[in-house]
């Protein structure tokens, strides 16, 4: 069993930097890769990163990609998305997970997630 909790979200300027984080209650931390989804009002979930177990490699939604950054510290149970340059279609909840599969972008690979922590990004 996995548990997540994410935290950081808040609201900030169109161009401004934000990181969320993800704490992770778990024995075996580091068999998990680990990924960011979010969901935006009216819109269906999507993926926006992922990171290997031992963080070694990562992979993002193109609408993401070169602003903002998957990262984790398994000594410590945690996952990172640092977000800068921030658009205003980047407001949404975002959601941290946990799964065993690498390099599904598809939530169904995903077996734990977090409640969820909102960003707002005023233009």
């Known amino acids: 069993q996995v548990q997540l909790v994410e935290s950081g979200g808040r609201l900030v300027q169109a161009g401004g930097s934000l990181r969320l984080s993800c704490a992770a209650s778990?024995?075996?931390?580091?068999?998990?890769?680990m990924a960011w989804f979010r969901q935006a009002p009216g819109k269906e979930r999507e993926f926006v990163a992922t990171v290997t177990w031992e963080g070694g490699n990562t992979n993002y939604a193109d609408s993401v990609k070169g602003r903002l950054t998957i990262s984790r510290d398994n000594a410590k149970n945690m996952v990172y998305l640092h977000m800068n340059n921030l658009k205003p279609e980047d407001t949404a909840v975002y959601y941290c997970?946990?799964?065993?599969?690498?390099?599904?972008?598809?939530?169904?690979?995903?077996?734990?997630w977090g409640q969820g922590t909102q960003v707002t990004v005023s233009s």
């Open positions: 997970a946990a799964g065993r599969r690498w390099g599904s972008r598809n939530d169904n690979e995903y077996d734990y």
């Open positions: 778990a024995r075996s931390f580091s068999n998990y890769v």
